[in-house]
């Protein structure tokens, strides 16, 4: 059974930056997608960065330039490092993988409105 744990959440400023980790156990997918997504306050979760096994990944409009995503060179621990953070980057943040042949911004679509989700790691940007 897959296993997704969240962290590095936090407050920052407007512009500031933070780098977040999700622990990846119990996957043995040769072929996959993994990724981030976000849920605000009132609004539907979105995805916000992806990657599939052979290293392509795809970004939400919102944050292009702006965060990058990333893997543990064992495959199992993913990141986002995200700069120059905005207000509307406030969300709880969530992890997902999945055995797919999608690629990863197809993937990234689909998998903000169905699969099960962990507690997430919640990040505020305010002044």
């Known amino acids: 059974q897959v296993q997704l744990a969240e962290s590095g959440g936090g407050s920052v400023q407007p512009g500031g930056s933070l780098r977040l980790t999700c622990v990846i156990s119990?996957?043995?997918?040769?072929?996959?997608?993994m990724g981030w997504f976000r849920q605000a306050p009132g609004k539907e979760r979105e995805g916000v960065a992806a990657?599939?096994?052979?290293?392509?990944?795809r970004y939400a409009d919102t944050v292009k330039g702006r965060f990058t995503i990333s893997q543990g060179n064992d495959k199992n621990t993913l990141y986002l490092q995200m700069n120059n953070l905005k207000p509307e980057d406030t969300a709880i943040y969530f992890c997902?993988?999945?055995?797919?042949?999608?690629?990863?911004?197809?993937?990234?679509?689909?998998?903000?409105?169905?699969?099960?989700w962990g507690l997430g790691t919640q990040v505020t940007v305010s002044s």
């Open positions: 990657i599939d096994s052979d290293g392509d990944s």
């Open positions: 119990g996957y043995t997918f040769t072929k996959y997608c």
């Open positions: 997902a993988v999945d055995e797919t042949t999608l690629g990863p911004g197809s993937w990234m679509r689909m998998r903000a409105d169905v699969g099960t």
